[in-house]
């Protein structure tokens, strides 16, 4: 089935005034939240996933003046720390951004590392839309995508013409594969693995499994330690020297078990660590969105928050050596340095993003360098070292 193509630029005109206007939000999140975000909900007739697609593309097309702002986006030494052997500023995409990594090379400008996808073999379409709705009484969003992508030759292209541009900032390919509803399920998602990782291991610094999104049933089919294992298994024999890492999904305290029992499998087999937590399944009933057309949604944003916290103190008891990247609600600088207490190595997001604009990463960052700073740390890698003996 052929994808659903993006054409924001054939719906959404942006000129040169919009264009100034997105400019001056990405220094200011209170701008971007009182102007810049109202005027592309205008103009994408509140569709979220649309704003999306018309950042991207005028990202992509260098609309924005990428190269005179980059130098402000530019985080501070002391926020380095080391990942697989490279020095890397750790904070991220989350997957969602950029699912079919057609603005690795603009978004490289102002993160320290790029997660995209669900990156799968063949083209996906996902669910009809709308499938994307934004909450901003509480400044979170649902979805209900089901993994749309243009596959994996597509995005390999655009993973292949970055890294003749850009090798400092690491690409981490968030990829699955698919089960049917058919015999043979299993083993089919596991050649499609073995394919994504062939083609793309050349170029992409790391991979992330992604069977944790709540939107796509055939997924749930993969939620066994055993093929946890298996896919551990599979990603280090044909990546041994790239980042590996498992996606969980946000848990009850009483359901504590089988997401453990899930990463122990694959850290066990040689993976290198996790990343916490996905969206949650919210039921029809529950989203705000009038006649909404599918029975569930996933929720990230605020709400994730004590999930994300939960997990990530759940994770570094049971595997104090693994890399965790933890993502979902980090809206201040405040909660970022909490959250990198609680045991996390690399922080991404998506949702906060839509909220307050690229200017959010900037107020993310110093607020890190100033609880670094007054609690006697010269950086977040000494600070890091120190958890590590204590």
């Given at each position: 089935m052929e994808p659903e193509t993006p054409k924001a630029e054939e719906h959404v005109r942006m000129g040169i005034g919009d264009k100034l206007t997105l400019l001056r939000g990405m220094f200011n999140t209170g701008y971007f939240r009182d102007c810049v975000r109202p005027m592309l909900y205008s103009k994408c007739n509140n569709d979220p996933e649309l704003v999306n697609e018309v950042v991207m593309e005028t990202l992509k097309k260098n609309g924005l003046g990428i190269s005179m702002v980059s130098p402000f986006f530019r985080a501070p030494e002391e926020l380095r720390i080391e990942v697989n052997g490279q020095k890397v500023i750790p904070f991220g995409t989350a997957a969602g951004i950029d699912k079919t990594g057609d603005s690795l090379l603009p978004l490289s400008n102002f993160f320290g590392f790029l997660e995209p996808g669900t990156i799968c073999v063949n083209p996906r379409k996902g669910n009809d839309r709308p499938r994307l709705v934004a909450d901003d009484a509480n400044l979170d969003l649902y979805n209900a995508q089901g993994f749309p992508g243009r596959g994996l030759d597509y995005f390999l292209n655009n993973l292949r013409e970055y890294k003749k541009r850009n090798r400092d900032v690491?690409?981490?390919?968030?990829?699955?594969?698919?089960?049917?509803?058919?015999?043979?399920?299993?083993?089919?998602?596991?050649?499609?693995?073995?394919?994504?990782?062939?083609?793309?291991?050349?170029?992409?610094?790391?991979?992330?499994?992604?069977?944790?999104s709540p939107n796509t049933e055939a997924l749930k089919l993969l939620r066994e330690p055993e093929i946890s294992r298996r896919t551990s298994e599979l990603m280090k024999e044909l990546a041994p020297n790239k980042l590996r890492l498992i996606k969980i999904w946000p848990y009850e305290p009483t359901e504590i078990s089988s997401p453990l029992r899930f990463v122990e499998s694959f850290i066990e087999a040689g993976g290198h660590g996790i990343v916490t937590t996905n969206t949650k399944m919210f039921p029809r009933e529950q989203i705000p969105a009038q006649n909404w057309g599918y029975k569930s949604a996933g929720r990230s944003g605020t709400f994730l928050k004590p999930y994300r916290l939960r997990s990530l103190k759940d994770l570094r008891s049971a595997f104090p050596d693994a890399l965790i990247v933890a993502t979902g609600g980090i809206f201040d600088g405040d909660d970022a340095y909490e959250t990198f207490k609680a045991g996390a190595t690399m922080l991404e997001g998506y949702t906060p993003y839509t909220f307050f604009g690229l200017g959010l990463l900037k107020q993310i960052e110093k607020g890190v360098i100033k609880r670094l700073k007054a609690d006697g740390y010269k950086s977040l890698q000494d600070m890091q070292s120190a958890m590590k003996k204590n």
């Amino acid at each position: 089935m052929e994808p659903e193509t993006p054409k924001a630029e054939e719906h959404v005109r942006m000129g040169i005034g919009d264009k100034l206007t997105l400019l001056r939000g990405m220094f200011n999140t209170g701008y971007f939240r009182d102007c810049v975000r109202p005027m592309l909900y205008s103009k994408c007739n509140n569709d979220p996933e649309l704003v999306n697609e018309v950042v991207m593309e005028t990202l992509k097309k260098n609309g924005l003046g990428i190269s005179m702002v980059s130098p402000f986006f530019r985080a501070p030494e002391e926020l380095r720390i080391e990942v697989n052997g490279q020095k890397v500023i750790p904070f991220g995409t989350a997957a969602g951004i950029d699912k079919t990594g057609d603005s690795l090379l603009p978004l490289s400008n102002f993160f320290g590392f790029l997660e995209p996808g669900t990156i799968c073999v063949n083209p996906r379409k996902g669910n009809d839309r709308p499938r994307l709705v934004a909450d901003d009484a509480n400044l979170d969003l649902y979805n209900a995508q089901g993994f749309p992508g243009r596959g994996l030759d597509y995005f390999l292209n655009n993973l292949r013409e970055y890294k003749k541009r850009n090798r400092d900032v690491p690409v981490y390919a968030n990829i699955c594969g698919m089960p049917l509803s058919e015999q043979g399920a299993i083993e089919l998602a596991m050649d499609e693995m073995k394919k994504l990782l062939k083609e793309l291991e050349p170029y992409a610094d790391g991979f992330v499994w992604n069977c944790a999104s709540p939107n796509t049933e055939a997924l749930k089919l993969l939620r066994e330690p055993e093929i946890s294992r298996r896919t551990s298994e599979l990603m280090k024999e044909l990546a041994p020297n790239k980042l590996r890492l498992i996606k969980i999904w946000p848990y009850e305290p009483t359901e504590i078990s089988s997401p453990l029992r899930f990463v122990e499998s694959f850290i066990e087999a040689g993976g290198h660590g996790i990343v916490t937590t996905n969206t949650k399944m919210f039921p029809r009933e529950q989203i705000p969105a009038q006649n909404w057309g599918y029975k569930s949604a996933g929720r990230s944003g605020t709400f994730l928050k004590p999930y994300r916290l939960r997990s990530l103190k759940d994770l570094r008891s049971a595997f104090p050596d693994a890399l965790i990247v933890a993502t979902g609600g980090i809206f201040d600088g405040d909660d970022a340095y909490e959250t990198f207490k609680a045991g996390a190595t690399m922080l991404e997001g998506y949702t906060p993003y839509t909220f307050f604009g690229l200017g959010l990463l900037k107020q993310i960052e110093k607020g890190v360098i100033k609880r670094l700073k007054a609690d006697g740390y010269k950086s977040l890698q000494d600070m890091q070292s120190a958890m590590k003996k204590n």
